[in-house]
């Protein structure tokens, strides 16, 4: 260890029980250097991740060399700058897209479920997480019978676009993978939101939500497994959002989903 | 009464405002809320004329003209039927941009603002802070003093107290208490040890009530404990008699915003009873902690109209009423969509702490920003030293400063360092003793160095 004029910490044996910055250390009452430079590279990464473009032809040229038919959508919002201010425009489907998505759907017919692909908060997440869970959800869910549409791949898109789409559509079901506000530790986080017969004035109190899917949180194979368990309960009892949890599915809404909202 | 039309000549052009609502939306300073509200001015020019013209409104006016209507709205109604007009009386003559020079003169101090205190509105509180600059909002809130006591005191001149904010993703016990003490060894905890919980629940919350409270009870610390659920959780937790010190509730400044928090002036009229009843405070008897922030009330689609930082003034109405030992805005919490960057963050935070201090509140910050704000750990240390001038009563002290259960920055245990030191400002002074015989800090301000053995470490590892 380099020689150094700061005061380490006795406790280091507490960190075991957590992954807060605990037993820093400090310079008089200050944060010891390497304290600091490593926050602020977590925070540099945070923030790159937040304003990461968005590689929506390469998710999909990944997807359909993985035996996955896709259909790009965009939303209102035109450009990063503009979603982070108005969350109101990444609810709401361009209009090109809404005419193309509506002049589509009666050669889909109605189906059970519209999985949307957006990158919300993070591209990071949406980039590194989707394939892993669609490899493990979209086998569980044909076995039980359920027809899905082409994924949607939706830059720019907020957790309530999903009721225009799967209204347009008719679809029973549909599911939102969306990438989370990044946190200090976790650039790459995805969440998911899924909602029972979605419609305009579908509030998050009508969804389910799995968070903090990447490997180091939620791993994305368990993820899937538990996405489906819920998805399969929700057609089972015609419900979602606070009345499934009512019924056993208890998965607390997160408080970061409400940025993304 | 008809509803006046206010106009001013402006740079050339006559500017109309067609409602002391638009007004004073239009009078704020620039932030992206207002903006996504369409409350916001249409240009720079616009906004000032609108803060001329505002100067010129007579403070009596804001009895007259209510921004949400009496008969829809119990903060309306609490904020209207609570008014003092004996309290009001010195400034009862006066417009906002005279009261913004009464609250500056030498002669206005901490003892003629807390007798102003009940009559004042929130409204007449939003619509000076609109007018007044940065450092107007510092210097006045400065005059102010609110002290509040519940097993420490806690406002106190020359002091600054800190939340211990010791959240873990689950709500592990041992996770949590390894924060705690780590919070405690750095000094901090003197404003209360306050757990966000992971899961809203009576069993989650009585878990960690009672790991708080054996802490407290077995080093005979004189702070508070608090787990920051939904206020009927914490209602039915004391029904069945869990160590409950502090009541917790999130409000806002409208009733349907309270409403989609789902709570109302009855409902926690109804928590402070019973904490009262039970008795835990040993210097006072100041049992409930509220936070707020701006934006909560259009994000819950309950505005009216009214303009964010008006709508948080009010929700310190609702604050007063109940007494309050802590009271904080949660400035940067809520996202870009609604305070955009560092610049807006700051204005609101200081806005925000100089609005509840006139009311009469004990007001702390969580100077705090998401990874999506433009915002960086630099502007949090603006804000604080700005805050820390302005005589906040307390800050937020994390680990290391992230938040690892909610995901944003605020400030740390370091932060409350250093700002005691450039300030010269020391803990509650039941808690200073404390952390003097407990060996962690001497003089009030200085940490000293723990050995490996510190009965706070083993406690964890017991």
């Known amino acids: 260890m380099q020689p150094t004029p700061a005061t380490h910490d006795r406790w280091q044996t507490l960190r075991q029980f957590t992954s807060a910055r605990i037993a820093l250390g400090r310079a008089g009452g200050s944060v010891r250097t390497r304290t600091l430079l490593e926050f602020r590279l977590a925070h540099a990464r945070a923030r790159d991740a937040v304003h990461m473009e968005f590689h929506g032809e390469a998710l999909a040229a990944a997807l359909g060399r993985a035996g996955y038919e896709t259909w790009r959508l965009d939303t209102e919002a035109i450009d990063r700058r503009t979603y982070l201010l108005r969350p109101d425009l990444g609810r709401r489907l361009s209009p090109t897209a809404h005419e193309a998505l509506a002049a589509q759907s009666a050669k889909w017919g109605k189906r059970d479920l519209a999985i949307i692909v957006s990158d919300g908060l993070s591209a990071l997440a949406a980039e590194r997480q989707t394939g892993a869970v669609l490899t493990c959800l979209v086998p569980l869910l044909r076995a039980a019978g359920w027809r899905l549409y082409p994924i949607f791949i939706a830059a720019f898109g907020r957790v309530k676009l999903q009721d225009e789409i799967g209204s347009l559509l008719g679809a029973r079901h549909t599911l939102m993978l969306i990438g989370e506000r990044p946190g200090l530790g976790a650039p790459d986080s995805l969440g998911a939101y899924f909602t029972y017969k979605p419609h305009a004035s579908c509030t998050d109190a009508n969804r389910n939500c799995v968070s903090n899917i990447r490997p180091e949180g939620f791993p994305p194979k368990a993820a899937a497994q538990k996405l489906a368990q819920l998805l399969l309960e929700s057609a089972r009892h015609g419900l979602s959002g606070v009345a499934l949890k009512d019924v056993g599915g208890e998965l607390p809404m997160p408080l970061s989903a409400r940025a993304i909202a | ?462």
């Open chain 2, 1 to 462: 009464m008809p509803t006046p039309h206010w106009s001013i000549n402006a740079g050339g052009l006559r500017y109309h405002f067609s409602s002391l609502r638009e007004l004073m939306a239009k009078a704020t300073p620039h932030r992206s809320g207002d903006e996504l509200a369409g409350l916001a001015a249409s240009s720079a020019e616009e906004r000032v004329a609108a803060q001329l013209c505002l100067s010129e409104v007579p403070l009596a006016h804001f009895l007259e003209e209510l921004l949400i209507p009496y008969e829809t709205d119990e903060v309306t109604r609490l904020i209207v039927d609570t008014h003092d007009a004996t309290a009001f009386a010195p400034v009862a003559g006066l417009t906002v941009g005279a009261f913004r020079e009464w609250l500056l003169r030498y002669e206005t101090d901490a003892h003629s603002l807390a007798a102003l205190a009940p009559g004042l509105t929130p409204e007449m509180v939003a619509a000076v802070a609109k007018i007044m600059s940065n450092q107007d909002l510092i210097l006045v809130a400065k005059k102010c003093r609110v002290v509040t006591r519940f097993r420490n005191t806690i406002g106190l001149p020359g002091r600054l107290s800190v939340r211990l904010q010791p959240n873990h993703p689950t709500d592990d016990p041992q996770g949590v208490a390894a924060s705690i003490v780590d919070g405690l060894l750095y000094g901090c905890g003197d404003a209360v040890i306050g757990i966000n919980p992971a899961t809203d629940s009576v069993p989650a919350i009585e878990t960690l009530l009672r790991l708080i409270d054996e802490v407290i009870q077995r080093y005979e610390i004189p702070t508070q404990s608090c787990v920051l659920a939904h206020v009927t959780t914490q209602l039915e937790a004391m029904r069945r008699g869990t160590p409950v010190d502090l009541v917790f509730q999130s409000i806002a400044g409208t009733e349907a915003a309270n409403k989609s928090f789902g709570v109302s002036l009855s409902l926690l009229a109804e928590a402070q009873q019973a904490a009262l009843a039970l008795r835990r405070g040993t210097v006072g008897n100041n049992v409930m902690y509220f936070e707020t922030g701006q934006g909560s009330a259009l994000s819950a689609g309950a505005h009216h109209g009214v303009d964010q930082q008006t709508c948080e003034a009010r929700a310190y109405a609702v604050a007063r009423h109940f007494s309050p030992l802590l009271v904080n805005t949660v400035v940067g919490f809520i996202g870009p969509e609604y305070l955009y960057d560092g610049k807006q963050i700051i204005r609101a935070g200081l806005e925000d702490h100089f609005c509840g201090k006139l009311l009469g509140l004990p007001m702390g910050c969580d100077i705090c920003y998401t990874n999506h704000a433009e915002a960086c750990q630099d502007d949090m240390d603006t804000l604080l030293t700005l805050l820390g001038v302005a005589g906040c009563n307390y800050i937020m002290g994390i680990p290391g400063a992230d938040d690892i259960m909610l995901g944003y920055q605020s400030t740390s245990f370091h932060d409350s360092h250093y700002l005691r030191q450039v300030l010269g400002l020391k803990p509650a002074p039941e808690f200073e003793a404390w952390l003097e015989k407990m060996r962690i800090v001497s003089g009030g301000q200085r940490l000293l160095p723990v050995g490996e053995h510190h009965a706070l470490i083993d406690h964890v590892l017991a």
